[in-house]
């Protein structure tokens, strides 16, 4: 088989493109001032700032007040849950609602909220990996502050009823956050008609320059700074503009958002070849996630017998970058992978391939293949893979494995 080079880690980061590019490049040279300076290189990067406000904000669908520019979706999580449980704790509300698989921004912020007297309920998710509005109305009590579930999920590609749990928090008037970090231009995200108060995206994964991202927060919720200094971004987030950066963003957001119906459509038949490829060719695997319900380039996969960082290194010695699952874990075992009950057989030998860009079927036939061959020669040196074929030959082993996923 013909060697390729395929990148299948968008969920990771996406290379910045040519449009963007371009669209950035004045605001290093010609256009160079500072947002705060009152002379015109200085009125002219105000002006672009201002601009990639407003059309983030028409691609949003909200008004440019409610957009809050940031470094990314980190940043923008911490802003959200930080400054949205003080501002709710002046109001004798400490009490935080958030899901077991939430990225670690929104997990790790949590837990420091927790230190400092705050209580948070970790919502379980089942087998799918869905949250139902059911399990966060029966959580909230009248000391809930807020409730952050994400949009997607960055490891399984899950999507989450959030429109609909929103609307039970402003009936009992709690704070609504999503990190909609994975969701921005996969998948049709509006702020329009519904009750979410504060959102988080990160510029990176969507063709953006990594180091930007947008906190939007609704009119009427007055969250407290998160950074201080000279006041810029109307005081809730202070120092100076990346102008270059935050243009790049908005180009990347009407670009990405643009082209989803026609995005969507490609990357799924892809995607659902890829699944079913795998099925077909690899015995013992499991699809993690709900399968209908999920990012319509995400593929995450258990292939039992093996071990996840060995495939992933021959997946690169045969052109493939993939990933074992959030590229912020720091390689320690998917807390996302176990919440959905997993055990850890299964989370070990997991893959997490995420297509995007021009990815085409015959790549996704190259990845069949080449995951296929790879998943085969890695068995072939796993003790585990080996005992079980000692003492039970073939059929036991696709029995013991069937039992445990």
Same mark, same amino acid.
């Given at each position: 088989m013909e060697k390729r080079y395929i990148y299948a880690d968008y969920a990771a980061t996406s290379p910045v493109s040519e449009a963007v590019l371009n669209e950035m490049l004045p605001y290093f040279t010609e256009q160079f001032g500072n947002p705060s300076s009152l002379y015109k290189y200085g009125r002219n990067a105000r002006k672009a700032v201002e601009s990639a406000r407003e059309r983030t904000a028409a691609v949003l669908g909200c008004e440019p007040s409610e957009i809050y520019f940031t470094s990314g979706g980190t940043e923008s999580d911490n802003h959200a849950l930080r400054c949205g449980a003080e501002l709710m704790a002046a109001k004798g509300k400490r009490h935080i609602i958030t899901t077991e698989i939430e990225h670690h921004a929104v997990l790790n912020t949590c837990e420091y909220l927790e230190k400092i007297g705050f209580d948070v309920t970790y919502l379980p998710v089942g087998e799918s990996g869905v949250i139902s509005p059911e399990q966060v109305k029966k959580a909230i009590t009248d000391n809930?502050?807020?409730?952050?579930?994400?949009?997607?999920?960055?490891?399984?590609?899950?999507?989450?009823?959030?429109?609909?749990?929103?609307?039970?928090?402003?009936?009992?008037?709690?704070?609504?956050?999503?990190?909609?970090?994975?969701?921005?231009?996969?998948?049709?995200?509006?702020?329009?008609?519904?009750?979410?108060?504060?959102?988080?995206?990160?510029?990176?994964?969507?063709?953006?320059?990594?180091?930007?991202? $947008?906190?939007? @927060?609704?009119?009427?919720? #007055?969250?407290?700074?998160?950074?201080? &200094?000279?006041?810029? +971004? %109307?005081?809730? *987030?202070?120092?100076?503009?990346? $102008?270059?950066? @935050?243009?790049?963003?908005? #180009?990347?957001?009407?670009?990405?958002? &643009?082209?989803?119906? +026609? %995005?969507?459509? *490609?990357?799924?038949?892809?995607?659902?070849?890829? @699944?079913?490829?795998?099925?077909?060719?690899?015995?013992?695997?499991?699809?993690?996630?709900?399968?209908?319900?999920?990012?319509?380039?995400?593929?995450?996969?258990?292939?039992?017998g093996t071990e996840g960082e060995a495939l992933l290194l021959m997946l690169d010695m045969n052109g493939i970058s993939a990933s074992g699952g959030s590229a912020c874990a720091g390689g320690s075992p998917s807390h996302v992978l176990r919440a959905l009950g997993l055990p850890p057989e299964a989370v070990q030998g997991s893959v997490r391939f995420t297509i995007g860009g021009d990815i085409t079927a015959e790549d996704g036939r190259y990845i069949v293949d080449t995951t296929a061959q790879i998943v085969k020669r890695v068995r072939n040196m796993s003790s585990l893979w080996e005992r079980y074929s000692r003492e039970s030959g073939n059929s036991g082993i696709l029995k013991y494995f069937s039992s445990i996923i």
């Amino acid at each position: 088989m013909e060697k390729r080079y395929i990148y299948a880690d968008y969920a990771a980061t996406s290379p910045v493109s040519e449009a963007v590019l371009n669209e950035m490049l004045p605001y290093f040279t010609e256009q160079f001032g500072n947002p705060s300076s009152l002379y015109k290189y200085g009125r002219n990067a105000r002006k672009a700032v201002e601009s990639a406000r407003e059309r983030t904000a028409a691609v949003l669908g909200c008004e440019p007040s409610e957009i809050y520019f940031t470094s990314g979706g980190t940043e923008s999580d911490n802003h959200a849950l930080r400054c949205g449980a003080e501002l709710m704790a002046a109001k004798g509300k400490r009490h935080i609602i958030t899901t077991e698989i939430e990225h670690h921004a929104v997990l790790n912020t949590c837990e420091y909220l927790e230190k400092i007297g705050f209580d948070v309920t970790y919502l379980p998710v089942g087998e799918s990996g869905v949250i139902s509005p059911e399990q966060v109305k029966k959580a909230i009590t009248d000391n809930t502050a807020v409730v952050s579930v994400m949009l997607a999920n960055n490891e399984t590609g899950t999507i989450q009823p959030v429109y609909e749990i929103a609307e039970l928090c402003r009936e009992r008037g709690v704070l609504f956050h999503t990190d909609a970090v994975q969701a921005v231009g996969n998948i049709p995200v509006t702020l329009s008609g519904n009750c979410i108060d504060m959102l988080s995206l990160s510029g990176h994964k969507l063709g953006a320059p990594k180091g930007t991202g $947008v906190l939007f @927060i609704r009119n009427g919720v #007055k969250l407290p700074s998160l950074i201080f &200094g000279g006041g810029q +971004e %109307k005081g809730l *987030r202070s120092g100076t503009e990346n $102008v270059p950066a @935050i243009v790049g963003l908005a #180009k990347a957001l009407e670009d990405s958002c &643009g082209s989803i119906p +026609e %995005k969507s459509a *490609r990357l799924t038949a892809v995607r659902d070849m890829i @699944i079913d490829g795998l099925f077909e060719k690899v015995p013992a695997v499991r699809l993690n996630g709900d399968r209908a319900c999920r990012l319509p380039g995400n593929i995450n996969m258990s292939f039992l017998g093996t071990e996840g960082e060995a495939l992933l290194l021959m997946l690169d010695m045969n052109g493939i970058s993939a990933s074992g699952g959030s590229a912020c874990a720091g390689g320690s075992p998917s807390h996302v992978l176990r919440a959905l009950g997993l055990p850890p057989e299964a989370v070990q030998g997991s893959v997490r391939f995420t297509i995007g860009g021009d990815i085409t079927a015959e790549d996704g036939r190259y990845i069949v293949d080449t995951t296929a061959q790879i998943v085969k020669r890695v068995r072939n040196m796993s003790s585990l893979w080996e005992r079980y074929s000692r003492e039970s030959g073939n059929s036991g082993i696709l029995k013991y494995f069937s039992s445990i996923i």
